[in-house]
């Protein structure tokens, strides 16, 4: 596509900055599935979340070389230090970081748009660019509407017999994260007036929410609903929290 693609570390980093810079925005996920974390360990302590020790684990390893900057927020000590050693060890050309209000007060979010200003101004100094409301306003409309789209999708679960299990909206959220939001906004499309229209629909013994941070295996779905279990409803930074309105 020849477009700088940025990494980023937090759900609270605004993608449509990025995309209105021109660049392509890609979730750092670390692995989708069960890995050795003998190189992330060695960096970040072994209490720290396998979420972030696995993303050091790809950084380090050098499966995110093709990044050209990578963007974190200081939600957590596990987080700030994987923002930390990626800086130095991985050594991606841009690095930012956003400090994330904890509270819902007018002091919060006049520290929230300060960040995402400095965060604006790095980004247009390093690519020689500038970012127009008019960019911004079209990458606004983009991701929301990208958010409705998941948010119809999480609706059909809702029925009593949903179309889609658990694992596989694992599957479409994981899209989500790595794919340009034109191109997977129209797949969510099809994807809504195809299993709509499909008649079909899973049960399970009990219908279940998953609630924690960062959860990117549709494996780990998977075995649940193997077991007779069924997925209708979550609570993670990869899914309500990544498209919902607060």
């Avoid at 937090?10 to 995309?19: D, F, G, K, R, S």
């Amino acid at each position: 596509m020849g477009k700088a693609v940025f990494g980023w570390l937090c759900t609270y980093v605004p993608e449509e900055i990025i995309h209105a810079a021109g660049a392509l925005p890609i979730r750092v996920v670390g692995s989708t599935s069960e890995t050795d974390l003998d190189d992330g360990t060695a960096y970040l302590y072994v209490n720290n979340c396998s979420f972030s020790r696995s993303c050091l684990q790809l950084g380090l390893r050098r499966e995110y070389e093709f990044l050209d900057g990578v963007v974190g927020g200081s939600t957590c000590d596990g987080a700030r230090r994987l923002f930390d050693l990626w800086r130095v060890y991985v050594g991606t050309p841009f690095h930012h970081v956003l400090t994330v209000p904890r509270k819902y007060t007018r002091r919060a979010h006049e520290l929230y748009c300060a960040q995402v200003e400095d965060f604006k101004k790095h980004l247009e100094q390093f690519l020689g660019v500038q970012i127009t409301d008019q960019a911004l306003r079209q990458s606004i409309d983009l991701y929301n509407e990208c958010r409705r789209l998941l948010r119809s999708l999480y609706e059909l679960r809702e029925r009593d017999a949903p179309p889609i299990t658990g694992a596989e909206t694992m599957e479409v959220l994981n899209a989500s994260f790595r794919m340009p939001k034109e191109l997977f906004n129209a797949y969510l499309r099809e994807l809504l007036e195809e299993v709509s229209a499909s008649g079909t629909g899973h049960t399970g013994t009990a219908r279940l929410m998953i609630t924690g941070s960062v959860l990117t295996s549709p494996e780990f779905i998977r075995s649940i609903e193997q077991l007779g279990g069924l997925v209708v409803a979550d609570e993670l930074c990869t899914s309500t929290r990544y498209w919902s309105d607060p």
